[in-house]
């Protein structure tokens, strides 16, 4: 996948689903955890998911994809996905592993993006896939950054 670029619909088709599939998981995280932060923090992930495949699904309609120039430059995050374990939630499942499997759900929407960004390198959907790589490093920051505030030992 790496070494293709894909037409304005196409790539944001991909997008789109890339999203979808995140939500999805998010929501069936949701039907399993009974831990109310849990929830929480999954439903918060699960509607920042809704949010993306919504502007994608804008910027189908209108043929481009809106703002964010500014904003085009991945943030630096700590690589917690590395860190911590990926695992399946449970029913007993708590908002630390909450945040630790929604972490590596976004690692892997950047992953995807990263590829695609530089898959389309110098052609105009590069800028489409650096902006989506951006937002989910922005969004994967912030997940990082509430594992930090609440579960890292010298907090």
């Known amino acids: 996948m790496s070494d293709v670029c894909y037409t304005f619909e196409a790539a944001v088709e991909m997008a789109v689903k890339m999203e979808d599939e995140g939500f999805r998981h998010y929501l069936d995280a949701m039907r399993v955890v009974k831990n109310k932060g ?3 923090i999954l439903r918060d992930a699960a509607l920042d ?3 993306h495949k919504h502007e994608l699904e804008k910027a189908l309609v209108d043929g481009q994809m809106e703002g964010g120039e500014g904003l085009s430059k991945p943030v630096p995050t700590m ?3 590395y860190v911590l374990a990926k695992q399946e939630l ?5 908002a630390r592993q ?3 499997y929604a972490i590596h759900l976004e690692k892997g929407a950047i992953d995807f993006y ?3 960004a530089t ?4 052609a105009p959907m590069a800028k489409l896939f650096e902006q989506l790589l951006a937002d989910e490093s922005r969004h994967l920051q912030s997940l990082e950054d509430m594992y930090e505030d609440h579960f890292m030992t010298e907090n």
């Open 90 to 94: 449970r029913q007993d499942s708590d």
């Open 49 to 51: 998911e809704l949010n």
């Open 79 to 81: 690589n917690l996905g």
């Open 119 to 122: 898959g389309c390198a110098g």
């Open 98 to 100: 909450a945040l630790a």
């Open 38 to 40: 849990a929830r929480e």
């Open 114 to 116: 990263k590829r695609m």
